[in-house]
């Protein structure tokens, strides 16, 4: 069956996404977006992480192509990298340098040329378009039961069947509710005060033996690190990261001093080698932030996806897929039933279970950072601050563990960290009271091992 028209509240990736997911199922999708597009990848007002380091995980590129299938060679067509980060990029924890294993790919890119290449593909769907202006509120029906449209700021009103807020962490949608008389939804905070400091550079031939980057994050007790990793043409994203306000500077020598003070000195000593391609961009973010939307008595016909549901700490890469999660379930929605009454309502429980996952995944990492803050969030208890240290540490030494933890990060499900074969191997590990005795931190692995595949991907 195909609707009328629906309205996406922003152009970003989670507005696409969701656009591209309706376009089958709608005559027309208006996407309102408040900053002026070009046709070329250019940083955008609306997005003030733009210049800084991005990929999309595994399971975000899959829930991408279920909605636009071949985004993926677009990508790489147009110069972004497709890669195995767990084969390539040698990684380092509080434990040491992890096991390097053949896992699954994942995309980099600048985030511009990643929109661009999203939006064209969208737009050249013929029922989708983009029509610049500044949502100021919702509309709705007589018996306040549902959203009939959005309000722009120039007075002018669009009529809408179904209306998707995919305006970002700072949407305004708790506020336009509240003021119709509806609550709004409770607020889960996990904050370490995080900061990104990124360069664009280019890595001479020879710098990086046998690798296409290196990730050091920060650690409690250790607040400074950073990234080096691919993004499109022959380019890499540069990052300084601090956590609990010590924020990393502008001023190239300071960033390059900042890096130097990461875990592993050999992060200092390759962007030394590096040739900038950019100015230094600075960001930073106000912590992990969950809104409940799935718990409140919204008026129907109204879905909030991508940042404006939740937003995370970006080390840990999930937004984008969070994005693409929310279009791929609005997708099988649509395809699926006949009527578009109570249809946000589910798909907002449904998107609920994966940010849930993800939301326990980083929120409890940033929680562990002494001063971090916490809000309707209990952080985990020394039981499970017990076993994530030994997967850390068993992860620098068994590559099955080393594949489990990073397929649980790719495709956002802890619980594989909690199958049998992996439990066994924690519990193992924490009765022998064994330690990894120190890896040095400035000589990365070259070995890509193998694994059995057995313990770490049964669920994939």
């Known amino acids: 069956m195909t609707h009328g028209h629906l309205v996406v509240i922003g152009g970003s990736v989670a507005g696409l996404m969701a656009a591209a997911a309706a376009s089958d199922r709608f005559e027309r999708v208006t996407v309102v977006e408040r900053d002026q597009l070009s046709g070329s990848p250019e940083p ?14 595994p399971l975000g590129l899959e829930r991408m192509e279920e909605v636009l299938p071949g985004i993926r060679q677009n990508f790489v067509e147009r110069g972004c990298l497709e890669f195995d980060q767990l084969a390539t990029v040698p ?7 992890k096991v390097r294993v053949d896992s699954a790919n994942a995309v980099a890119f600048r985030r511009p040329l990643f929109e661009l290449v999203i939006r064209e593909r969208v737009l050249a769907l013929g029922n989708v378009s983009i029509r610049h202006g500044s949502a100021r509120g919702f509309l709705l029906s007589d018996d306040r039961s549902r959203v009939l449209g959005t309000r722009l700021r120039d007075g002018s009103e669009i009529e809408a069947d179904f209306v998707v807020d995919a305006s970002g962490r700072r949407t305004k949608s708790p506020a336009w509710l509240q003021d119709l008389g509806f609550g709004a939804p409770t607020e889960v905070r996990a904050n370490a005060y995080m900061g990104y400091a990124t360069q664009f550079v280019r890595i001479p031939e020879g710098v990086l033996d046998g690798a296409l980057g290196l990730v050091v994050h920060p650690a409690p007790g250790h607040h400074r690190g950073g990234v080096l990793l691919p ?9 300084a990261i601090g956590m609990m306000r010590d924020y ?12 130097d003070d990461a875990r592993s000195p050999l992060l200092g000593e390759i962007a030394r080698r590096s040739v900038p391609v950019s100015d230094i961009n600075t960001y930073h973010q106000d912590g992990n932030l969950r809104r409940r939307w799935e718990d ?28 693409a999660s929310g279009g791929r379930l609005l997708k099988a929605a649509l395809d699926t039933r006949s009527s578009l009454d109570a249809l946000a309502h589910d798909v907002q429980g449904d998107l609920a279970r994966v940010i849930d996952a993800a939301f326990s995944m980083s929120a409890a990492v940033d929680s562990m950072f002494e001063g971090s803050e916490c809000t309707n969030f209990t952080p985990p208890s020394p039981e499970e601050c017990a076993y994530a240290a030994a997967v850390e540490e068993l992860a620098t030494v068994d590559p099955e563990v080393a594949l ?8 956002i499900d802890p619980e594989v960290l909690r199958t049998e074969a992996i439990q066994l191997r924690v519990e193992d590990w924490i009765d022998s009271e064994r330690t990894t005795g120190g890896a040095d931190p400035g000589r990365y692995p070259t070995e890509v091992r193998s694994t059995d595949s057995t313990a770490a991907a049964a669920t994939f």
């Open 44 to 57: 955008r007002a609306g997005v003030p992480q733009g210049n800084q380091v991005h990929v999309i995980l």
């Open 404 to 411: 489990a933890a990073g397929m649980a990060a790719f495709y």
């Open 231 to 239: 993004a499109d043409n022959g380019v890499h994203s540069l990052s």
């Open 91 to 97: 990684m380092m924890s509080e434990s040491g340098w």
């Open 296 to 323: 409140e008595s919204l008026p129907d016909r109204l879905l909030v996806v991508g940042d404006a549901s939740a937003s995370f700490n970006p080390i840990y890469g999930q937004g984008m897929t969070l994005a």
């Open 248 to 259: 990393p500077p502008r001023e190239r020598e300071g960033f390059l001093d900042f890096l």
